[in-house]
């Protein structure tokens, strides 16, 4: 299964954009790319995903490399809600679904 | 549309007794996910159900863990004869079928074992 590789933290100022790094050198070509967050003492939640094309939905945006060895989640405003650790990760669609939770990005947002 | 519910949110045991975790799926879904979160770690998958199904239980230690998703009723992670290192967070997912791409997340369960 491929690996990624996220910074263990990140800084942001509130309402300023957020761009959070994964690197997935080893992914395949059917390997989507998922983010995941999860806020304190809360369960995971979905962000977005993606495959080959940059994505948007109403909570971020995918920015996907041409060759796919990295992708970056832009949050587009921070706020002090998006505290949180964010995980980048490419689930085992062979092996039914299962996620594969690495260390992620502690994001902190100073106000 | 009530999401993925866990029960007991917090839940202490001593050492030696069972504890019993519930998970109810959000409607509709009927493949549910367990995973573990150990203090200050990632969570780590346990095992993958469909109703009256095991498919993937690779994750779950060999020993004293179990898990079930009966036709009727929640899921449920049970854990025999607890130790100390089973204190942790435990998350159920569900997802409405095995080749969708987001998981939904319930609150969890904090385990402590004393």
């Known amino acids: 299964d491929a690996k990624t590789t996220q910074p263990n933290s990140m800084e942001s100022n509130e309402e300023e954009p957020v761009h959070l790094p994964c690197n997935h050198s080893?992914?395949?070509?059917?390997?989507?790319i998922h983010w995941y967050r999860q806020l304190p003492s809360q369960g995971p939640e979905y962000v977005i995903h993606?495959?080959?094309s940059n994505v948007n939905n109403r909570m971020a945006s995918l920015a996907i490399a041409e060759d796919r060895k990295s992708s970056t989640l832009i949050l587009h405003r921070a706020t002090l809600r998006d505290a949180a650790v964010y995980y980048c990760?490419?689930?085992?669609?062979?092996?039914?679904?299962?996620?594969?939770f690495g260390g992620g990005t502690r994001l902190m947002v100073k106000p | 549309n009530a999401g993925v519910m866990q029960n007991p949110r917090h839940l202490v045991r001593r050492r030696g007794q069972e504890a019993r975790l519930r998970c109810s799926p959000m409607?509709?879904?009927?493949?549910v996910y367990w995973y573990r979160q150990l203090p200050e770690e990632g969570l780590k998958f346990m095992v993958y159900?469909?109703?009256?199904?095991?498919?993937?239980e690779s994750g779950m230690p060999k020993e004293r863990f179990s898990a079930e998703f009966p036709k009727e009723g929640p899921s449920i992670l049970r854990i025999q004869q607890v130790v100390r290192g089973d204190s942790a967070a435990y998350f159920c997912?569900?997802?409405?079928?095995?080749?969708?791409?987001?998981?939904?997340f319930g609150p969890g369960t904090r385990l402590t074992v004393t």
């Open positions: 993606g495959l080959t």
């Open positions: 990760i490419l689930p085992l669609y062979n092996a039914g679904n299962m996620l594969t």
């Open positions: 409607k509709g879904h009927s493949h």
């Open positions: 159900l469909q109703k009256e199904n095991i498919i993937d």
């Open positions: 080893t992914i395949s070509g059917t390997d989507y």
């Open positions: 997912a569900s997802s409405p079928d095995r080749d969708v791409y987001e998981q939904y």
